[in-house]
């Protein structure tokens, strides 16, 4: 670590650090979002537990699980049909903000719920789950970006 003779020189050399921390930060937020995706994928198929101010997924109606059966889809597999729902999330991310979203438009219904259908939230919750993978990326990429490395223990 080099040592600054005044808070001067200190300034300087942080100022010459702003594209390494932009750039880590950056992977850590592609990773992070990829990680969310990832999450809400994996919450399709089963029934979820209530987090923060989501509610838990309620059963599905037996009339739906009798539907699934004759359609040969899975039962008890809440929101996992043919899998196309599932697959449809996606993550991207742009200059500094990441957006974690379906290209299938039934996922609307399902995350807010209608007057039908129950709220099965999938992608607010994710997010949540995904909270303390998140700080620590952003907190891993910020020391990377300053010192060019974690610590040994980090």
Do not use: C
Request: proline fraction near 5%.
């Amino acid at each position: 670590m080099d040592n600054f003779k005044s808070l001067e020189s200190l300034a300087l050399h942080l100022s010459g650090l702003d594209l390494s921390i932009t750039e880590h930060l950056h992977k850590a937020l592609e990773k992070s979002a990829a990680r969310v995706a990832k999450v809400a994928k994996d919450e399709i198929g089963s029934y979820q537990t209530s987090i923060g101010d989501f509610p838990a997924w309620a059963p599905l109606k037996s009339a739906t699980e009798s539907a699934k059966r004759r359609a040969g889809y899975e039962e008890n597999s809440p929101l996992l049909a043919s899998g196309e729902m599932r697959d449809s999330i996606q993550s991207k991310v742009y200059g500094d903000e990441a957006i974690i979203f379906s290209t299938d438009e039934k996922m609307v219904y399902h995350e807010f719920g209608t007057l039908n259908i129950p709220a099965r939230p999938v992608l607010g919750p994710a997010v949540l789950r995904s909270g303390e993978y998140i700080r620590r990326a952003m907190s891993q990429a910020l020391v990377r970006g300053l010192i060019g490395r974690l610590p040994r223990g980090a």
